[in-house]
């Protein structure tokens, strides 16, 4: 006996494909968009990708962040980032890159130590400078390119043994429109886009394609079961059939980003913002474009067809 009533209805019967034309038309001109606004206006580039300096600090006690923040921003030495890294007593300090030559990055590290012992106190130990060129941070960026291409074209291959090339390609296509939205979106909302930011996209590369694939797995069992019933409606049921769970995997995951977004360092926040986006974008895309191209891109059903099985003699 149910106690409670299920959250989505096991006879839920919402018709998706009936909105994929206008969903997939909004889709493209977010993409088309986030284009735009990339070679545009550019991405918000991070020390990571425009070079600068690193310098790791050891505190006499806890380390007051905020603290800290206050007296490195008023050196006048642009973006200053700190974080903690091993215990409470290790900072992390990233300076942007100064005009001039290493000479100039040196006379940063120099001024950010002189502010910091006037501030906290002789017992500050500074363990480790080190320069980021911008022949590294170009190599950073592309390496950064790179990887999420690279998650791409195994993606695709992956798909394309396991299913066929429809699947495939829809769930490249997808793959395309969550990462291309959360680059615009990193343009419009100004947040600094660095190495972290490049992890989060291919954890969302991830988590979109596995909410894909299980959408896929249904179709492809219904193909086989439902041999007459057209492609649309087969589609409608099968992401009817996995609605429940692909809501409660997002909401879940949702719910500890969020807490996560409002309550967690500063440092991640950029990274916890993109996380949210790119589930809220994978969800979407597994329902109004994973599914529907394949509509699209003309699956058949003949290649999807189990070989009869044998008969004894």
Same mark, same amino acid.
């Given at each position: ?57 050891? $505190? ?214 993109? $996380? ?38």
């Amino acid at each position: 006996m149910r106690l409670l009533p299920r959250f989505i209805p096991d006879d839920a019967h919402v018709p998706f494909m009936r909105w994929r034309l206008p969903a997939m038309l909004t889709s493209a001109a977010l993409v088309v968009l986030s284009l735009l606004l990339v070679f545009g206006v550019g991405l918000n580039l991070g020390i990571d990708f425009r070079g600068g300096s690193l310098l790791e600090v050891r $505190m006499p006690g806890p380390a007051d962040l905020a603290a800290m923040r206050r007296v490195l921003g008023e050196l006048d030495l642009g973006q200053v980032e700190l974080q903690n890294f091993g215990d409470e007593r290790e900072v992390l300090i990233r300076i942007e890159r100064q005009e001039g030559d290493r000479e100039a990055q040196q006379a940063a590290i120099e001024i950010v130590k002189k502010a910091l012992v006037g501030a906290f106190g002789e017992g500050i130990e500074f363990r480790r400078a080190e320069y980021v060129g911008p022949k590294v941070s170009r190599e950073l960026f592309w390496n950064g390119v790179l990887a999420v291409g690279l998650a791409l074209v195994l993606v695709l291959i992956y798909i394309w043994f396991r299913f066929e090339w429809q699947f495939g390609a829809g769930a490249i296509v997808a793959l395309f429109h969550d990462v291309l939205t959360t680059l615009g979106l990193f343009v419009v909302t100004g947040y600094e886009f660095n190495l972290a930011t490049v992890a989060a996209i291919l954890t969302i590369v991830g988590y979109s394609l596995n909410d894909t694939v299980v959408i896929y797995d249904r179709i492809r069992e219904n193909l086989r079961r439902y041999k007459t019933t057209p492609l649309e409606p087969l589609i409608d049921r099968s992401l009817n059939e996995t609605l429940a769970r692909t809501l409660m995997t997002s909401i879940t995951t949702l719910i500890a980003l969020v807490v996560l977004f409002v309550v967690g360092p500063k440092v991640i926040e950029g990274f916890i913002f993109a $996380m949210i986006w790119g589930v809220l974008a994978g969800t979407y895309s597994s329902v109004y474009i994973a599914a529907p191209v394949l509509i699209h891109f003309g699956l058949r059903r003949a290649a999807l067809a189990e070989p009869a099985p044998a008969t004894g003699s």
